[in-house]
């Protein structure tokens, strides 16, 4: 049984940073793409970051290029996303995602919620002007 487990949302004020943990288990984690989404009040889910665990390849939607960071540690099967310079625009359910089909991470910054095979269960993201 597949199981992404996030952990590390919180509130933080403005230029404020948060890591957040993605922890994987139940299916092979190498040759998967693992991206990270978040769904703010009222809107779209949307993708932030992705990377290809085979590898490391990186992807970034425009809005946090620059402040947030995708890192994995492979032997743990953690996905890790490293958030600077948070902004009230930031505050948002934050999910994992994974996905077996490599060019999933390359478009990740138009995917949704149907774009992905696996998710988690989220972890809220708040962030006070």
């Known amino acids: 049984q597949v199981q992404l487990v996030e952990s590390g949302g919180g509130s933080v004020q403005a230029g404020g940073s948060l890591r957040l943990s993605c922890a994987a288990s139940g299916y092979t984690y190498d040759y998967n793409c693992m991206a990270w989404f978040r769904q703010g009040p009222g809107k779209e889910r949307e993708g932030v970051a992705a990377?290809?665990?085979?590898?490391?390849?990186?992807y970034y939607a425009d809005s946090v290029k620059g402040r947030f960071t995708i890192s994995q540690d492979y032997a743990k099967n953690t996905v890790y996303l490293q958030m600077n310079s948070l902004k009230p625009e930031d505050t948002a359910m934050y999910y994992c995602a994974a996905d077996p089909v490599p060019v999933k991470c390359a478009m990740v910054a138009g995917a949704g919620v149907s774009d992905f095979r696996y998710w988690g269960q989220g972890t809220q993201v708040t962030v006070s002007s």
């Open positions: 990377i290809y665990t085979r590898g490391g390849s990186t």
